[in-house]
């Protein structure tokens, strides 16, 4: 569907004062070509000039059958015929056929000319490109100035290349544009460049005549009568020649039904689907694939059934104005890759456009009113012609650039217009005979011929006249002959006036045209600038806003104006870029000024129509309602003047549409710094109780209503309470109001109707009751200010419901207990409580670490005369025993830590930091390989600061340095370290190095009651784990044999029984 809107286009017109009749026209480079009818003189005029002024005029070597210009290196490409032979030439330089009696030279492609053309400066060349088929087609690149040329079943691509004395190296980059009135001194050009092409890749279609090719950024594009074919070249090094194998069997088949008239199938296949087509293509050598082999690959094939509809004869139903089409974004420049590419053709009664880069895709097809007899596409509109009419469609290249250009697209972030969004039709400008139509920036080049009949239709009409005046003389012979004067009998005049023996003449021609002469005429039609053309689409579009605040024009005749400013910025980019890189005089600084000014209008003028698209969806009620959003961020509006575009008016039926609620409930999730005034918080709280009520706390718990009136918003709840029930998030939202009413007997009532665990799931409903400021600058509310005096434990429970429910992150958890003030205890009971929740590994051993850390820092400094930290004000949330008994990460104390640290030896909190980190060693999670570290500036002077070492020691399975350590410093321990640790793999121990040990000592110390008592104990062990004579092995040779006699018999009874 094309919507049409009467939009005005086109701003002026004038006549390009040609002296002969013209024959092809063509633009580029800032100028306008005109072949004259004779086809051996070429006319360029300035375009950029009022008045299109005369540059140059040259004579062709031949008559000119095809031109074509290229904007990168400033040459034309003809086809041109003499002496019945076609040739194709390249004319370069051609701008210094200003001047009189200009030399110009003829050389054949790859020959440099000598003598004159470097000697005496820059002159024109006509450069010979030999084929050896006759050209049919050229198309020059936008991109890299490369040439393409379509032969019958064959296409030839040439680099262009760029050449002087001093280097021979390709060098694509735009060429610089001379003056039209002034040629640069000539004995200044000692080192210029010379243009020259290189052959570098052929394709061969078998049984494909191409009508007309296109070529840009490595794609190639070949139109046939019914058919189009896009691939893509690429030169890799290791790249292998595609060969199509079914070429020839084709070529039979072709052959075999040349006496049938087949009609072709409609076919549309993109990508990788495109090869299955029944084009067979191939490369062929070069001589160049030193430099890397060429490969291609199939983008998109189109083919149409004949479709003869009235008025459109069998030979003029064929496929046009094929053009591929690059477009930048910003901060790219001419010889970088494009970042879109388009691919434009059309029929008589329709077009179609295609985006090739990032896979092909069927952007718009465009139904024209009437036959269309050629098609020109641009960055911002698509002009069509017909035989009496220019018109203009709108395009949608600038809805794909955007989406490549900007990750953001189509989030809630940033928005634009859809690239299937439906084409438009603006208003059409009439013309008398319309014969072809090119662009060139916001100039449209029209070539109209009053005189439409052709020769045939000419020699027909005479023959025809003739033999009706043969017929009508012959008629009036006979009734002459009879006696009646038909010229006295009206009846009898008017059927002679009537052909009657020849009706055929009259089938094949109903109307006979009526000779006007011979007229022609060039028209440079001005499109309108991109800002008075949205001005007048928004004008326009007011027609809609007044019946139908929702109607689908509206919004898409806003869409169509959003599309148009983005193609501006996008061209607007390209041309600072241009001037940022050109020479930095005077007057490249006022363009650049001019420019930047033009730049900073339209973007005003896109934010302005960003805002007038926020409320067309925040208006409407269709799915669409989520895009105000995206467009009133765009914008740039504040909440307060998308408050004021969007209040009802009074006594008005409408309310506040579901985009602006849409809008409203994600402005106020977002974590911003920004507070809203009283008067508009008060209002929002107004517009959710009337529209969403349910949506009440999480409005009151955003960070930008901390200015809403706390009296009137508690009195709102409270009748959202009465009126929909009693919920924990409504309930702390309401203490939240009395809590900046000072109101605490009322704030602790609320607070104690729910359960502790209940209030928990309240915070989950809404994390932001206790704090603000996402991933940085964490901000406590007074709500969590006031938790961490009256219910810190239920904060802390809040807190890890929280983390385990992906709420907040570790560390802004930590932020917060740090603004706080509560680092060194509601942090640590934090991570307590998250070590007894979690079940992340890598969660476990950073919270192990934590907590091994704070626990050792307290046992340094709690007894020490200066605190480096200070120790915890209050208790624990968590006491030893409880973190023991509830959380499997702390173990159960060792019996022999008993003996070493015993109870109420030093102080509380020193007390409790050691039994929890004794227990994170008897634990089974604890890595001591972590810990070590910490233990380095701990000393082992004190018993409690031994014990860590000595479990440390332990943990690693040092027992005998351990046994040895503790019969040093802790004799009376050893009995239980070895009851508890020396068991099962270890058990040898006992008489491998505890007996040995003890009785060495007691030998030593033979009054040492401790060593006795513990050589005792370990006596018992080794008589009941070993044989009687492995007892006797062990007793030492200067032992007391009365001393082990006891347990040797016991040894040997229980040996007996066994």
């Known amino acids: 569907m094309v919507h ?79 002496s019945n032979a076609t040739y194709l030439r390249a004319y370069t330089n051609w701008r210094y056929q200003a001047e009189e009696k200009a030399r110009v030279g003829v050389r054949l492609l790859g020959h440099l000319l000598r003598g004159a053309s470097q000697r005496g400066g820059v002159q024109m060349e006509i450069i010979e490109i030999p ?15 490369d040439l393409l040329v379509g032969c019958d079943n064959t296409l030839v691509l040439f680099t262009l290349r760029r050449q002087n ?9 735009s060429h610089t544009q001379l003056n039209s009135s002034q040629i640069p001194d000539q004995t200044t050009n000692q080192h210029c460049s010379f243009l020259d092409f290189e052959r570098s890749v052929i394709l061969h279609l078998p049984g494909t005549k191409p009508k007309q090719v296109a070529l840009c950024a490595g794609y190639v594009a070949v139109q046939a009568d019914l058919e189009v074919l896009v691939l893509k070249l690429d030169t890799n090094p290791e790249a292998q020649l595609l060969e199509e194998e079914s070429a020839a069997p084709k070529n039979d088949q072709a052959e075999d039904q040349a006496d049938f008239l087949l009609l072709p199938r409609h076919q549309e296949l993109l990508g990788e689907r495109a090869k299955d087509c029944d084009v067979p293509v191939s490369i062929e050598k ?28 069998v030979e003029e139903t064929h496929l046009h104005s094929l053009k591929l089409h690059p477009l930048f974004t910003t901060g790219q420049s001419s010889v970088e890759e494009p970042t879109c590419v388009f691919c434009f053709f059309s029929l008589p009664t329709a077009g179609y456009l295609y985006s090739l880069k990032g896979g092909a895709e069927l952007l718009s097809a465009y139904q024209y009113p009437e036959k269309v007899l050629e098609a020109v596409l641009t960055d911002h509109l698509l002009h069509v012609i017909t035989k009496n009419a220019l018109q203009c469609f709108t395009v949608r290249c600038a809805a794909v650039a955007a989406r490549f250009e900007d990750p953001y697209i189509d989030t809630t972030m940033r928005a634009c217009p859809p690239c299937s969004l439906e084409v438009c039709a603006l208003r059409m400008q009439l013309f008398i005979g319309l014969r072809s139509v090119c662009a060139y920036g916001r100039h449209v080049i029209l070539l109209s011929t009053a005189d439409m009949e052709t020769p045939e239709e000419t020699e027909r009409s005479t023959q025809r006249r003739g033999l009706m005046l043969k017929e009508h003389t012959m008629l009036t012979g006979i009734f002459m002959a009879v006696g009646i004067d038909p010229t006295t009998t009206p009846g009898l005049e008017s059927l002679l006036s009537h052909p009657l023996l020849s009706k055929k003449w009259m089938m094949s021609a109903p109307k006979e045209t009526t000779p006007v002469g011979h007229g022609w005429n060039i028209y440079v039609v001005d499109t309108v600038s991109p800002l008075t053309l949205y001005q007048e689409m928004v004008d326009y579009s007011q027609h809609y806003a007044q019946t139908n605040l929702q109607a689908q024009s509206l919004w898409h005749l806003l869409s169509e104006a959003h599309l148009l400013l983005r193609a501006s910025l996008l061209q607007s980019s390209q041309q600072q870029c241009n001037t940022s890189e050109g020479d930095p005089s005077e007057s490249h600084a006022e363009t650049q000024v001019v420019v930047q000014t033009d730049r900073q209008e339209l973007e005003e003028a896109l934010r302005e129509n960003c805002a007038q698209l926020g409320d067309c969806f925040s208006r409407g009620s269709h799915r669409h309602c989520h895009l105000a959003l995206p467009y009133y961020r765009m914008s740039g509006l504040s909440v307060r003047e998308v408050l004021a575009r969007n209040r009802p008016q009074p006594n008005s039926p409408h309310s506040y549409g579901p985009g602006f609620l849409f809008y409203l409930k994600h402005y106020l999730l977002e974590e911003t710094e920004q507070h809203l005034r009283q008067e508009t918080a008060d209002e929002l709280i107004d517009i959710f109780c009337q529209s969403e009520p349910s949506q009440l706390i999480s409005v009151c718990a955003s960070p930008t209503m901390i200015n809403v009136n706390p009296t009137r918003t508690l009195q709102i709840l409270q009748h959202v309470e009465d009126t929909a029930g009693v919920s924990v998030a409504l309930t702390i939202t309401m203490a939240t109001m009395l809590l900046r009413l000072d109101d605490l007997p009322q704030y602790t009532q609320l607070m104690e109707r729910h359960a502790e665990m209940v209030l928990v799931y309240g915070f989950i409903e809404e994390p932001r009751l206790l704090l603000h400021g996402g991933d940085t600058n964490i901000c406590p509310t007074a709500l969590t200010k006031q938790m961490v005096k009256s219910q810190p434990g239920v904060l802390v429970a809040a807190m890890v419901a929280l983390h385990e429910n992906n709420k907040v992150y570790l560390e802004q958890v930590d932020d917060m207990f740090k603004v706080l003030g509560c680092e060194h205890s509601l942090q640590v009971d934090f991570w307590e409580a998250m070590l007894m929740a979690s079940s992340q590994e890598a969660v476990i051993q950073e919270l192990l670490f934590r907590l091994s850390s704070v626990y050792i820092d307290r046992l340094m ?70 810990v070590t570290p910490l233990l380095e500036s701990l000393s082992e002077k004190t018993l409690w600061g031994f014990s860590l070492h000595l479990l440390c020691a332990t943990r690693r399975g040092q027992y005998d340095r351990s046994i040895e350590r503790l019969l040093d410093r802790c004799p009376q321990a050893i009995i239980a370290y070895a009851n508890h640790h020396l068991q099962d793999t270890y058990m040898a121990l006992w008489w491998q190095k505890l007996l040995p040990e003890l009785c060495s000592r007691t030998r030593a110390a033979a009054d040492n009651s401790i060593l006795l008592a513990a050589l005792k104990e370990t006596l018992v062990v ?37």
């Open 4 to 82: 049409v809107y009467n939009c005005h286009p086109y701003a002026s017109q004038q006549i390009v004062q040609v002296e002969q009749e013209p024959g092809l026209v063509c633009c580029g480079g800032g100028a306008l070509f005109v072949v004259t009818t004779g086809g051996c003189k070429v006319e360029a005029y300035n375009l950029v000039q009022e008045g299109c002024p005369l540059i140059c005029r040259f004579a062709t070597m031949g008559t000119v059958r095809s031109i074509q210009h290229s904007n990168i290196g400033d040459y034309l490409v003809t086809i041109e015929e003499k």
């Open 131 to 145: 084929l050896s088929e006759r050209p049919i087609s050229v198309a020059c690149c936008a991109v890299t100035g």
């Open 165 to 173: 004395q001093q280097n021979l190296t390709m060098q694509h980059h």
């Open 286 to 313: 070069t001589g160049l694939e030193d430099r890397g082999q060429n490969s291609f690959s199939y983008v998109l094939f189109r083919r149409f059934t004949p479709d003869y509809f009235q008025g459109c004869s």
């Open 861 to 930: 400094h709690t007894n020490s005369d200066t605190l480096l930290h200070k120790p915890p004000a209050r208790r624990s949330l968590k006491s030893a025993d409880d973190l023991i008994n509830s959380c499997s990460h702390y173990g159960a104390l060792y019996p022999w830590l008993t003996v070493l640290s015993p109870p109420h030896t030093t102080s509380p909190p020193h007390q409790e930091a050691l039994h929890k980190m004794q227990s994170l060693l008897c634990g089974p999670s604890l890595s001591v390989g972590s």
């Open 1022 to 1058: 080794v008589a009941t784990e070993t044989s009687p004579a492995e007892f006797l092995e062990l007793v030492p040779d200067d032992g007391t044999a009365s001393y082990f006699l006891p347990h040797l018999l016991t040894c040997s009874q229980r040996h007996l029984l066994a």
